[in-house]
């Protein structure tokens, strides 16, 4: 079989989409699957609408000796690998990992809900109109559509799209050699929390300031960039004064030895799809705190293999991180649980399941 993979990202670049394309760049082969990629990021330099024609064409002229095409993500190269696969008749496979709609219209439309309020509501503000309504054209366009949890796939069945065209394949997190921990991180007081992610809203990394302010003892390192990064520079010094710090954009090898050097991994988003920092901190076998919410239940066994809090509940959240700072007999159970319960994420079972689907089409 010949598959063309259009992908958003692929590394150097960073994120889920470039990880999961490279894993099946370098994994499909081996199972039968001769893999063409086209990167986004070949056409990134042109200016908007001509950049997605000139990808769409690139797609096209792969697809047209390829069995199948499968697109990353729903919208940016969605769309165009939809149109191209369409013009030559192949097979096409969209890969789901969020609502692009609505994290468009959280970051820049003034949308506040949450991702199931969000889908159940049609008056929206015309841009996010759009965006759904492309998404949802490019999922419906689709012979299968890959999602990486039972909660992603309950969203996109809202969107209207057939259930028995929705496929869970758990994202694989391989862990990499390790980086090196920045200085700043290193230089922090102990016990150190740390979170990891993209600087936006949902994440509410200043609900995480506030919890560690009233645990005196403990530090915290944030891990990561985007859109809120001045205010929550400022809400840490404000709050954490000489026990935290910002670190910043990390290399993928990077975030790791920092999530490893800390003592406590604390993710506090009121939304996630399939997490892949706290699958790696599972991994790690790292004490851990998330919110309940979309994937996260999937990963974290609460009381087994971490703790989960609802989602805003910030006393809560608060008494969780002190628990576990405090209690190292629970640490160690958690811990030892953890690395076990990480071996559902492997690379072998992704890559077998998702080399099955892409036969089957």
């Known amino acids: 079989m010949r598959l063309v993979i259009a992908t958003p990202l692929y590394p150097p670049e960073i994120g889920g989409p470039a990880t999961y394309a490279k894993l099946l760049v370098e994994g499909l082969p081996a199972r039968g699957i001769k893999v063409d990629l086209v990167k986004f990021s070949d ?35 969605g769309l165009p690998a939809m149109k191209a696969a369409k013009r030559v008749g192949k097979p096409f496979l969209v890969k789901i990992v969020g609502d692009y709609a609505w994290e468009q219209g959280q970051q820049r439309f003034g949308i506040t809900q949450t991702l199931d309020e969000f889908v159940k509501t049609f008056r929206v503000p015309f841009p996010v109109r759009l965006f759904r309504r492309i998404q949802t054209y490019v999922a419906r366009s ?102 935290a710090t910002l670190t910043g954009m990390l290399s993928h090898k990077d975030t790791l030895a920092v999530v490893r050097s800390a003592d406590i991994f604390v993710l506090n988003s009121s939304y996630e799809g399939l997490s892949h920092l706290l699958v790696e901190a599972l991994a790690l076998g790292m004490p851990i705190v998330a919110t309940r919410v979309g994937g996260n239940p999937e990963v974290i066994t609460d009381g087994e293999d971490g703790l989960l809090v609802r989602a805003g509940d910030m006393p809560a959240l608060a008494r969780s991180l002190s628990r576990l700072l405090s209690d190292e007999v629970l640490c160690a159970r958690f811990s030892a649980h953890a690395v076990e319960s990480a071996k559902r994420f492997s690379v072998e079972t992704m890559l077998d399941t998702t080399a099955m689907l892409l036969k089957m089409v």
């Open 43 to 77: 056409v990134r330099h042109l200016p908007k609408v001509i950049r997605h024609f000139a990808y769409f064409r690139r797609v096209r002229k792969a697809a047209k000796s390829a069995d199948a095409v499968l697109a990353l993500d729903p919208v940016s190269v």
């Open 142 to 243: 689709a012979v299968k559509v890959v999602v990486p949890s039972e909660y992603l796939k309950s969203i996109v069945a809202k969107w209207g799209i057939l259930e028995d065209k929705i496929q869970v394949v758990y994202n694989a997190v391989p862990l990499e050699e390790f980086g090196v921990v920045p200085e700043a991180v290193a230089k922090l007081p102990r016990p150190l929390t740390v979170t990891a992610g993209r600087l936006v809203p949902w994440k509410h990394i200043d609900g995480i300031i506030d919890a560690i302010a009233d645990i005196p003892e403990a530090s915290l390192a944030v891990v990561g960039d985007g859109p809120l990064r001045v205010p929550l520079a400022r809400h840490m010094r404000e709050k954490l004064p000489g026990r």
